[in-house]
């Protein structure tokens, strides 16, 4: 039987973070990972923290205060618990120093990339940071140590991709990449899993993998003390307590009909999000909140690709390029536009319900371009100029195209004549895309309008936008300490969640990129720190 003080469940931003600060308190901690590969979600994203008041931009020179950032918050994400929105604010920059100081880990500012809403009162552009590219060393084959990224080799930073343009066709720079591919350096988010398990395994913590948590065990008066596994480890003993950093339930198929408020069919992380923590939690009692939001995203899906699972669950990727470009635009199944494609929260439209019908209003929906986008840039993984595979979509009037996805060609004639006009006049009057900081962020600096531009050459393309997301953002409600409470808004003893496995501080939609990452590192680190203080 393996015992300790502390026994963290999960092994992504939030597990590591809140391993790592337990064992910096002095705690003996065991994480326990249910998978064979470290980081879960954390590992294939971005790994951009959203971080308001850092001290690297501060060293930048970007000014910005907590009283800014809590304006912002309160204006972008009305309604949610002032008392754990401000503990968020007030703590993420003191986690951002202590990662720098118990870890191999550097921040570095990402002045480029600004806040979802930043013309907002307290909006502000340079509030993420991420990680310098950290070096694998002896953690082994980065990808038998990870899951693997949907759309390149991590050792780029954010910072490096939007400065030269990599999303918008600006030059591949060959050279810092196979550098840093010799070298075993890691950026986005596998390099912040890399340099947390640096840390941790510096600081003593025990990790184990393929080693699925499914029961929480309390004693006589109903505290944690324990978990049940079904690995060969069995039951692992927990002294002070337990923290539930395993994400949420996007995977789960029958949780996602009973539970989600909208459609969410092509998650983009990786297949390990069951709801274990969501179930384990509910049968000690906890109180529940948020279950039916997501952090919700389009997606794309090439054939054929997925996960190297047993399973080999399809593996879709974020549709950025195919709603920020210039000559692309969106239709639904009648043919019309729905939403502003650019805009961070843009998958939100897929809840729309048909009030005639009481099915989707937007789905299917359809990416529409031309041979200018091809030309220039990649679309749902194909790179930029080269020849189209025989499963993308492409005809050389609109009218075939329209019949070929099965939408009114009138309706599509229509819907483009219409973008058309408005893209070369530089302006969306219908949806007012192109039109904020973020979007020109994810645009074409070199185009006459970052984010519009007609659709008009031949030969056109569809490419289906599917309902997707970064994770799911029901769970247990949790106080300022990271403690999981009871219905009765009692702390269950024993029992911490953090991450996507508790209940999301901001909703329901996103204010900033790297808002998951952010929110993990912070409450899991809080949740450590908590553990090891014996009182």
Aim: proline share 8%.
């Amino acid at each position: 039987m393996i015992e300790a003080d502390v026994v963290v469940i999960g092994s992504g931003a939030a597990g590591l973070a809140a391993a790592l600060a337990a064992a910096d308190g002095g705690a003996e901690v065991v994480v326990l990972e249910a998978s064979a590969r470290w980081g879960g979600s954390t590992a294939v994203s971005g790994g951009q923290v959203w971080a308001p008041a850092n001290h690297r931009m501060h060293e930048a020179g970007y000014a910005d205060t907590v009283e800014e950032a809590l304006t912002y918050c309160r204006a972008a994400a009305p309604g949610r618990d002032d008392t754990l929105v401000e503990t968020f604010v007030r703590t993420v920059p003191e986690v951002v120093r202590f990662l720098e100081a118990r870890s191999p880990i550097r921040f570095i500012p990402v002045p480029a990339y600004p806040d979802t809403f930043a013309e907002l009162p307290g909006g502000k552009t340079a509030r993420h940071v991420e990680v310098a590219p950290q070096d694998l060393g002896d953690l082994g084959e980065l990808a038998e140590l990870v899951w693997p990224a949907p759309f390149f080799a991590p050792v780029l930073t954010n910072q490096e991709i939007l400065e030269r343009n990599l999303f918008a066709g600006g030059p591949t720079p060959m050279d810092l990449i196979t550098q840093r591919m010799s070298a075993g350096a890691v950026a986005l988010g596998a390099g912040l899993v890399v340099g947390l398990l640096h840390g941790c395994r510096k600081a003593g913590v025990r990790l184990f993998r393929d080693c699925r948590a499914t029961e929480l065990i309390t004693d006589e008066r109903g505290r944690i003390i324990g978990v049940r596994t079904e690995s060969a480890h069995g039951d692992v003993r927990a002294g002070r307590g337990v923290v539930l950093a395993c994400g949420g339930f996007e995977h789960d198929p029958i949780l996602r009909s009973q539970l989600l408020s909208g459609p969410l069919t092509h998650p983009v992380t990786p297949p390990v999000q069951h709801g274990d923590g969501l179930r384990m939690a509910g049968r000690v009692g906890a109180a529940m909140a948020y279950l039916g939001e997501y952090w919700s995203w389009p997606a794309c899906q090439m054939p054929g690709r997925a996960w190297p699972d047993a399973a080999g669950t399809p593996q879709p990727q974020l549709a950025v390029l195919e709603r920020s470009l210039p000559h692309v635009l969106w239709v639904n199944g009648a043919g019309r536009r729905f939403v502003n494609e650019s805009s961070h929260n843009c998958a939100s439209a897929f809840a729309e319900l048909d009030p005639n019908t009481h099915h989707p209003r937007n789905l299917p929906a359809w990416a529409i371009g031309d041979a200018q986008f091809r030309a220039k840039y990649s679309v749902a993984g194909i790179p930029a100029g080269t020849p189209a595979p025989e499963w993308l979509i492409q005809a050389d009037s609109l009218a075939e195209l329209a019949e070929r996805i099965d939408v009114d060609p009138i309706a599509l004639e229509h819907t483009v004549t219409r973008f058309n006009t408005m893209a070369e006049a530089g302006r969306d009057d219908d949806f007012q895309r192109g039109r904020t900081r973020y979007e020109h962020a994810f645009g074409d600096p070199a185009a006459a309008h970052p984010n519009l531009g007609p659709v008009c050459a031949p030969p056109f393309f569809a490419v289906p936008v599917y309902p997707g997301a970064v994770g799911t953002k029901g769970g247990p409600r949790t106080d300022r300490r990271a403690r999981v409470l009871d219905w009765s808004g009692a702390p269950i003893a024993g029992l911490y969640a953090a991450g996507n496995a508790a209940a999301a501080v901001f909703g329901p939609g996103t204010f900033a990129g790297g808002l998951t990452i952010a929110s993990a590192l912070t409450w899991g680190w809080i949740a450590g720190r908590d553990l090891a203080d014996p009182r």
